[in-house]
């Protein structure tokens, strides 16, 4: 596996494959690597010939008063789960190599990331389409995984490569829990064990709204009301939103009839989660 930290040896690396006819297959991560990113690697493994993994904390995506110092990082090890999943290069850029001191073009996306996390959150989408777009250049990739875990991120992202007509085919991933429901992330790592049990309110909500869907529930204040209810049962600290959107908008639903995103994010304890499920009623093809 190369390693590799410049983006010109990147792009260099790249070309090369591409003259050799290969396909390339982006993984962008942040890093500090958990089941939920190695599904999304043997993903890319099985759509192309070869599998680039970025592991980059990307600052420009973070709030002044977010979490970006206290990240959680761990390259050796991360580089050791990527060898063992047969990574051909992992890209590990400084934010010095990224980002020139006089940087002055952003890619802003106005619509899908109005809502959700980008009403709480107003630069991380400007920060999340431009990195992005500059990993895909500098992969040369013609596809790249995203997980449905960041359900919003998935969507942004699939409409600028649609806007801007970007040469990239996006695969989307399942989300992955843990065993008793909890969706992964390289955040879980700042629970307590109490605040971890604590957590479980934001899927046991998700479930159970799940069940009343599939029960014939379609009204979005019930829906939503189902989730509020278990994180006030176990006091989350705060609830940035619960919402049931429609999924080509990401405009709130007059009802679950259709393609529907129940959407979460509360803090537990000092720590914000989010997580999602896609409600869908139509049909299955006969
Ligand atoms: O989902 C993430 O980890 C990040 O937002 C991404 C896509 C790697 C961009 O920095």
């Known amino acids: 596996m ?3 930290t410049s983006p010109a040896d990147l792009q260099a690396q790249a070309a090369a494959w591409k003259k050799a006819g290969e396909t390339i297959i982006l993984v962008p991560t942040m890093g500090y690597l958990h089941e939920g990113h190695l599904s999304l690697i043997r993903l890319a493994r099985r759509n192309g010939d070869r599998v680039v993994v970025s592991i980059f ?20 090890r991360d580089a050791e789960l990527c060898r063992q999943e047969g990574v051909d290069a992992l890209f590990h850029p400084s934010p010095g190599e990224m980002y020139a ?18 009403a709480f959150r107003p630069i991380h989408f400007r920060g999340v389409c431009t990195v992005c777009l500059k990993l895909f250049h500098l992969s040369l990739a013609d596809g790249a995984v995203f997980g449905k875990k960041d359900a919003q ?16 085919r996006i695969i989307p991933a399942p989300l992955v829990r843990e065993e008793d429901g909890l969706a992964r992330s390289s955040r879980n790592k700042y629970l307590s064990a109490q605040e ?50 429609d999924r080509d ?18 803090y537990i304890g000092k720590t914000r989660l989010i997580d999602n499920v896609f409600l869908d009623d139509t049909p299955a093809c006969p």
């Not at 001191?101 to 980008?118: A, K, N, R, Y």
């Not at 991120?153 to 990239?168: A, E, F, G, T």
């Not at 009343?212 to 939103?241: C, H, M, N, S, W």
């Open 2 to 4: 190369k390693i590799l």
């Open 57 to 76: 904390v990307n600052p420009t995506q973070f709030g002044p008063t977010e979490d970006l110092d206290k990240y959680p990082r761990d390259f050796q």
């Open 101 to 118: 001191p006089d940087f002055s073009c952003w890619v802003q996306e106005e619509s899908l990331s109005q809502t959700l996390c980008g």
């Open 153 to 168: 991120q998935l969507l942004v992202i699939q409409r600028m490569v649609r806007d801007l007509n970007v040469p990239i």
């Open 196 to 245: 971890r049990v604590r957590a479980l309110a934001l899927s046991r909500g998700l479930f159970r709204a799940q069940e009343a869907f599939q029960a014939g529930e379609r009204r979005p204040e019930a829906l939503t009301g189902l989730v509020r209810q278990e994180l006030e049962a176990v006091q989350a600290e705060k609830i940035d939103y619960v919402e049931l959107m």
């Open 249 to 266: 908008t990401l405009r709130p639903a007059g009802s679950a009839a259709g393609h529907t995103l129940l959407a979460v994010a509360a």
